[in-house]
Structure formats: C-alpha cells, structure tokens
C-alpha cells in the first residue's frame, strides 16, 4: 500500500505539470492553468489509486482452467 500512495502522489506532480503546461499553453492564462492544473489532476489521481487498487486485486484472482466454465465444470465438447 505504502508503494501504491508513492507511485500515486509522483504520478500527481507529472499530471499537474502536464496540466498546466498544457492548458497554459491554450489559454495563456496562469489563473485558468493553476485552476485546471489543481481540480483535473486531484480528481484523476484518485480515480488512478482505485484503478491501481482494483487492478491489483484483480491480477490475484486465479486464471480459469482451459475447459472449464466459471462454475467450475467441465465444458462439454461440440
């Protein structure tokens, strides 16, 4: 988890440069960037930790048996 809130917090200060650098870019505008720059990004990192999370969980779950069904029984052969 500790790994999971670094990776989470370094990937927050690139999409904040990100989004200021680019929203800079199309408005010129220090105070529209620092707002988009602050709001999508804070936003976007904590869809990204849950994303991260459910990934993880998800990666844990064992792979289905060839011929087998969710269930656990054997398909039958066409």
């Known amino acids: 988890m500790t790994r999971d809130l670094a990776k989470t917090a ?11 650098g680019v929203t800079y870019a199309l ?7 620092t707002g988009v720059a602050l709001i999508e990004p804070a936003v976007n990192t904590v869809a990204f930790f849950f994303h991260e999370r459910a990934w993880e969980r998800w990666g844990r779950r064992p792979a289905a048996r060839a011929g087998t069904t969710v269930s656990g029984t054997v398909a039958a052969a066409a």
């Not at 370094?10 to 200021?20: D, T």
């Open 10 to 20: 370094s990937f927050a200060v690139v999409h904040f440069a990100v989004g200021f």
């Open 27 to 33: 408005t010129g505008s220090v105070v529209i960037a």
